[in-house]
């Protein structure tokens, strides 16, 4: 983990489509797998938040998984509204390079 940070993709648990990717320390890790919502680092704000919070768009966590060097995380979510994407989107991934 790199700073203490970890990647964590956030992919939809039935549609397998990629919805965001956020970081995560020790802390949001243990506090996600206690409640079973995803937490985050924000490396901005430098604090911990719970996604979906405000937007009411919370993640409701299915299953989680370390890539093969441990480095990574996937995280399979029901999403608890319509967006994941902070800009209306359902996936943060929608802007085609």
Same mark, same amino acid.
């Given at each position: 983990?790199?700073?203490?940070?970890?990647?964590?993709?956030?992919?939809?648990?039935?549609?397998?489509?990629? &919805?965001?990717?956020?970081y995560m320390n020790k802390e949001a890790l243990?506090?996600?797998?206690?409640?079973?919502?995803?937490?985050?680092?924000?490396?901005?704000?430098?604090?911990?938040? &719970?996604?979906?919070?405000?937007?009411?768009?919370?993640?409701?966590?299915?299953?989680?998984?370390?890539?093969?060097?441990?480095?990574?995380?996937?995280?399979?979510?029901? &999403?608890?509204?319509?967006?994941?994407?902070?800009?209306?989107?359902?996936?943060?991934?929608?802007?085609?390079?």
């Amino acid at each position: 983990m790199k700073q203490n940070l970890i990647p964590a993709i956030i992919q939809d648990n039935k549609t397998n489509e990629i &919805l965001m990717l956020g970081y995560m320390n020790k802390e949001a890790l243990d506090k996600t797998r206690k409640t079973g919502c995803v937490y985050f680092w924000s490396r901005s704000r430098k604090k911990l938040w &719970l996604k979906g919070e405000t937007s009411g768009n919370k993640l409701q966590v299915q299953q989680i998984f370390f890539d093969c060097d441990k480095d990574a995380l996937l995280i399979k979510c029901q &999403l608890m509204g319509k967006n994941a994407c902070h800009t209306g989107q359902k996936s943060c991934f929608h802007v085609k390079l």
